[in-house]
C-alpha cells in the first residue's frame, strides 16, 4: 500500500523504543493513540491530558473511579489484539503525535509498528508490557513525551512498592509457597498457563501456579484437572462464579473452597491481577501478597488503595468506595 497522506512534523530528537527501534519524536507531544487498552491505562495513569481516547470507553462503574472528564474521551477503538476496530485513515484523522503500543514485544508487533508508521508517517513506539519492567516502561515513556520527571516519581513508586514486597516473600521456602489456581470464565475453567502475561503477578509473588507446567496463555481446563490439581487458593475475577463455588458440591472438595481461600479479585476501575494486563496491577500486587502470604502483610489495605487511586487515577475514594471496591464488587 502507498503510504498514506500526513503531515509534515517536525522532529526534536529521536527515541529508542523498547524493541530497539529508533522513533523521530516531534518537538512536542500533546496528542498521543493508544493501540490498546494497556497502553491507554499506562497514559491516563501518566498524564490524562495526553490520551486522546479509549479503546473502549470505561462503563460508568469505571468512571466513578476516574478523574472528572475522564470518560468524556472517545472510544477510538484499538490497532493491536483480538478485535482491532481502527484502521489507518482513522488514526490520519485524529493527527496524533505519536502512537503507543504496549505489552508483548515480538516480530508481529514490531511489523505492525514498522508498517503503521511507514503508511502514516506517524512515530509508533512500543514498549515493554511485563510487570516486571513497570519503572522501566514509565521512564521511557516519560523519554518520548519530554516528561521525564513526572515519569521517574512513577517509576519510583512502582520500584519501591515491588522491592518492599520482594523482600517479605524472597525468604519464604518452597514448599511454604501456596499452589494457585487462577479462575477466569463464568465456571472458573479458564486459567492462565505458566508465563502468561494472566498471572504475571501470581508467578512474580513466588505463587505456585497450578497451570505452570505448560507454558501458554489463557487456556480452558476440566473440572477434573481442577479436582488433581487440589489447589490451596483460588483467585478470581468472576463474581458470579465466586458466589456460586462457595456453594457448589463440584467445588467442595477443592482445599481452596474448603478452607475459605477462594478470593474475588478487585476490579475497579481496572482489574488488578489481569483485565488487562497494565500498570493497574501495581495496586493488586499489594492485595495479592495479602491474600497469598497474610502473615507477612498485617497492613490495612484502604489507606494504600486511596494513596494509589490519588496517584496513578487521579482520584481520591471515599471509605465507602474502598470498601466496594476491595470487595470486588463490579
Known amino acids: 500500500m502507498a503510504a498514506l497522506t500526513a503531515p509534515r512534523i517536525a522532529r ?37 491530558s495526553l490520551l486522546l481516547g479509549w479503546t473502549r470507553r470505561p462503563a460508568s462503574a469505571q468512571c466513578e473511579f476516574l478523574a472528572a472528564g475522564a470518560c ?48 502514516t ?13 513497570v519503572a522501566s516502561t514509565y521512564r521511557k515513556l516519560g523519554e518520548l513525551t519530554g516528561r521525564q520527571s513526572e515519569a521517574e516519581t512513577f517509576a519510583h513508586y512502582a ?9 517479605r516473600i524472597d525468604s519464604i521456602p518452597e514448599d ?18 505458566g508465563d ?28 477434573e484437572q481442577v479436582l488433581a490439581w487440589n489447589p490451596d487458593v483460588i483467585i478470581t475475577i468472576e463474581p458470579a462464579f465466586a458466589a456460586s463455588a462457595r456453594s457448589d458440591p463440584v467445588w467442595a472438595p477443592v482445599k481452596a473452597v474448603r478452607s475459605g481461600r477462594l478470593y474475588l479479585s478487585p476490579t475497579l476501575p481496572f482489574g488488578w491481577v489481569d483485565f488487562p494486563p497494565s500498570v493497574n496491577r501495581l495496586i493488586g500486587l499489594w492485595w495479592l501478597a495479602k491474600v497469598l502470604y497474610p502473615d507477612r502483610f498485617p497492613e490495612d489495605l484502604r489507606p494504600i ?13 471515599t471509605d465507602a468506595q474502598i470498601t466496594r471496591v476491595l470487595a470486588g464488587q463490579h
Request: glycine letters at 10%; hydrophobic letters at 40%.
Open 176 to 193: 511454604q509457597r501456596p499452589r494457585v489456581y487462577y479462575a477466569r470464565g463464568p465456571r472458573g475453567l479458564e486459567t492462565g498457563l
Open 72 to 119: 468524556d474521551k472517545p472510544e477510538l477503538g484499538r490497532l493491536t489484539g483480538r478485535g482491532n476496530t481502527t484502521n489507518l485513515e482513522v488514526l490520519l484523522n485524529l493527527k496524533p503525535d505519536l502512537a503507543l503500543d504496549v505489552g508483548t514485544i515480538n516480530d508481529t508487533y514490531v511489523s505492525l509498528a514498522n508498517r503503521v508508521q511507514q503508511q
Open 12 to 48: 526534536a530528537a529521536t527515541v529508542t523504543d523498547d524493541a530497539g527501534r529508533a522513533i523521530a519524536i516531534p518537538k512536542k507531544v500533546e496528542r498521543i493513540f493508544a493501540a490498546g487498552p494497556p497502553a491507554s491505562i499506562l497514559l491516563y495513569t501518566f498524564a490524562p
Open 305 to 317: 488503595t486511596r494513596d494509589f487511586y490519588r496517584r496513578f487515577y487521579h482520584v481520591t475514594p
Open 196 to 223: 502468561s502475561i494472566n498471572v504475571e503477578t501470581i508467578e512474580f509473588l513466588g505463587a505456585r501456579n497450578v497451570a505452570g507446567g505448560q507454558r501458554g496463555g489463557m487456556a480452558a481446563v476440566s473440572m
Open 121 to 133: 508517517g506517524i512515530p509508533y513506539a512500543l514498549l515493554d508490557g511485563r510487570f516486571s519492567a
Open 159 to 167: 520500584e519501591t512498592t515491588i522491592a518492599t514486597i520482594k523482600g
